[in-house]
């Protein structure tokens, strides 16, 4: 069974452009949420998605949105980028909503110059 | 306000030996903890967890520990293997909103042949 997918894996933005980010959970999940994970503070939950639907949300700004389709196929947006969103966004799928066991793609690395 | 601490770095063990990880939290209403694993350029992978119902959970060579009064659990790692060698990563969620991870800093585990 394949893992969780994400892409790009490398980004490369400039200050006030936006990104999206993409995620495909594992065949068969239908949760997925977000986390940032930067040395100064590490993995932080951004947000999570189950059946299109937005169940929770971390603390932070509102630059920061996601979606999810119907194949539970997830995207996250950044817009007006700043030098500290330089960070490795995470995705993580687990079957249904409020599992406690999530499985982790291998993240996108996204630096902002 | 850092709600689940790691606060060793890192920890150099010997191969064969025990690896103890140690992790502490804050927030009483944490009730589910977990273990995971990460090497470089991937992702975390989901080792064991344990419900605040119980005290021990073992799985092979891992084996979870929770001290609810103390707000302190630890990893036990036996024996340890070079394989071993990654980041190790705490992370609690509570009984409303499960899927939202609060993670721990991290401890670099390095096994020395």
């Known amino acids: 069974k394949a893992g969780v997918t994400q892409t790009p894996r490398y980004l490369i933005k400039t200050r006030g452009q936006q990104v999206t980010l993409s995620c495909s959970p594992i065949s068969g999940h239908r949760s997925v949420s977000w986390y940032q994970q930067t040395p100064g503070q590490g993995l932080q939950f951004l947000f999570e998605y189950f059946s299109e639907t937005q169940r929770n949300k971390g603390n932070f700004p509102g630059r920061f949105s996601g979606r999810q389709f119907s194949n539970s196929r997830s995207e996250m947006n950044v817009s007006t980028l700043e030098l500290g969103d330089s960070a490795l966004y995470l995705c993580?799928?687990?079957?249904?909503?409020?599992?406690?066991?999530?499985?982790f793609g291998p993240g996108t690395r996204l630096t902002v110059t | 306000d850092q709600q689940v601490k790691q606060n060793s770095p890192s920890l150099s063990v010997q191969e064969g030996r025990i690896s103890i990880l140690n992790c502490d939290y804050t927030?009483?209403?944490?009730?589910?903890f977990l273990w995971y694993k990460k090497y470089p350029a991937e992702g975390p992978t989901f080792l064991i967890s344990i419900s605040s119902i119980k005290d021990k959970n073992e799985d092979g060579r891992f084996t979870v520990f929770l001290n609810k009064s103390a707000k302190h659990l630890s990893l036990h790692i036996v024996p340890s293997q070079p394989g071993d060698s990654a980041v190790y990563f705490c992370a609690a969620s509570t009984g409303q909103g499960a899927q939202k991870l609060v993670f721990g800093q991290g401890t670099r585990l390095t096994i020395n042949p």
């Open positions: 927030n009483s209403m944490f009730d589910y």
């Open positions: 993580a799928s687990s079957l249904v909503a409020g599992q406690h066991e999530q499985y």
